[in-house]
């Protein structure tokens, strides 16, 4: 860096191992809080899709471009505040981030046409798709890389736990007959909280990360550091990156984004459970991500691959055999075991790449949704034509290509011996 660089962003004076483990943990239990709501908000365009679908009277397709224009605000979040993040710190993007999407999901209740469900979705997405690469730029640099899988389970945990939590929310306000928006209340929150991550944060701008600094910044200082992504001897990495986020995104939107819609129009699930099935395959990825988390520390971030060919092997089961609802949850349940084994995905990406580059280069997890927000596009059409689940069985192929992209790429963890 150059001497005015240096003042501009201040030189790094402290280790991260020298914060404590009580002060890394307070930021990051302030970091999960933050993506709990984040997890929230993101998934009421699933969750709650075949009631947003009713209240404004739309067609199956407009109901699933939701999804897609939702995606479209979070790629170009994510690639523009990954970089921002990268450049003013991830705290400060942070606070950014946290008031964006909690006052887009506030704005869903304003909602009362087509039109402003689009503006609604692309704002609230453009903010969410800022907070993956935001928080794992935080914690990759709070956390050494023995613990980081761990750690991003425990993340990814608490987004699952999140979107169970909706789930079973949403069951519980249709037994009691209120109406299902007050689950859009929820952004209050972050926006209250957001300024507390000056005081609980610490500013990654003057940290030196657990496992040093590469390129001797912490601080992204090109114009735009995206483009050191696509440097000769890393491009081929980040084309075939992309490109497993990308089906592993079409995939879960080609399954579980219609699951509720699924289980409604051609299961026959009431309401009252549709919430409880949904729920349980969450609280099953919330295990599994902590699972993963552990595995990939001690025998590499590669074989977590293995969750998507289980994946593979589940969906049919759920669309096709005649089971009961009890067992609906269970394969649902094991299911969102397999599906989370994308939980390391944000440790090992930062691995990849120089550390002032760890949030631009966790944004690669959402340059996938270029492919995936087609998905709802594709699969409604098709739905209408051949019925909800052969399209939704697409996915099994999505997941098993994925799982073949993911294996050709580099490891960053070496096995550990017993």
Request: aromatic share 12%; charged share 10%.
């Amino acid at each position: 860096m150059s001497e005015s660089a240096q003042e501009r962003v201040g030189l790094p004076h402290v280790r991260a191992d020298e914060l404590g483990l009580p002060r890394r943990a307070l930021a990051l239990a302030f970091l999960l809080v933050a993506y709990f709501f984040y997890a929230w908000s993101w998934n009421t365009i699933d969750i709650l899709r075949p009631y947003i679908k009713d209240s404004l009277g739309l067609t199956l397709t407009q109901s699933g471009s939701a999804y897609t224009l939702q995606s479209i605000g979070a790629l170009v979040g994510a690639v523009v505040m990954g970089q921002v993040a990268d450049k003013i710190g991830r705290r400060n993007a942070l606070v950014i981030s946290m008031i964006g999407f909690g006052s887009g999901l506030l704005a869903a209740l304003a909602v009362t046409d087509y039109a402003g469900l689009v503006a609604q979705r692309l704002y609230l997405g453009f903010f969410m798709g800022s907070m993956f690469p935001i928080a794992v730029g935080i914690y990759s640099g709070l956390f050494a890389r023995e613990v980081r899988g761990r750690i991003a389970g425990v993340v990814f945990c608490t987004y699952n736990l999140a979107v169970s939590a909706l789930g079973f929310v949403s069951s519980a306000v249709f037994r009691a007959g209120l109406d299902w928006q007050l689950m859009l209340y929820a952004g209050a929150v972050p926006v209250a909280l957001a300024f507390l991550a000056l005081a609980l944060v610490p500013d990654d701008r003057r940290l030196v990360p657990m496992d040093g600094m590469v390129g001797g910044q912490t601080t992204a200082s090109s114009t735009l550091p995206v483009m050191e992504l696509f440097r000769p001897g890393v491009r081929r990495q980040t084309i075939f990156l992309a490109l497993m986020s990308g089906l592993n995104f079409f995939a879960y939107q080609a399954f579980t984004g219609w699951a509720t819609t699924f289980l409604r129009t051609e299961r026959g699930v009431p309401d009252t459970a549709v919430g409880d099935i949904v729920g349980w395959q969450f609280i099953g990825s919330a295990i599994g991500a902590l699972a993963w988390g552990w595995l990939s520390d001690h025998w590499g971030r590669r074989i977590a691959a293995s969750g998507f060919v289980g994946c593979a092997a589940l969906i049919p089961i759920y669309l096709f055999a005649p089971v009961s609802v009890g067992a609906l949850e269970f394969i649902g349940f094991l299911y969102g075991i397999a599906l989370s084994c994308s939980a390391i995905w944000g440790p090992w990406m930062s691995e990849l790449y120089p550390s002032h580059l760890r949030s631009t280069a966790a944004s690669i997890f959402n340059w996938g949704r270029v492919i995936s927000m087609t998905a709802p596009l594709i699969t409604a059409p098709l739905a209408q034509a051949f019925g909800l689940a052969p399209v939704m069985s697409l996915a099994a192929v999505a997941f098993l290509l994925a799982a073949l992209v993911w294996w050709s790429l580099p490891e960053t963890v070496k096995r550990r011996r017993p």
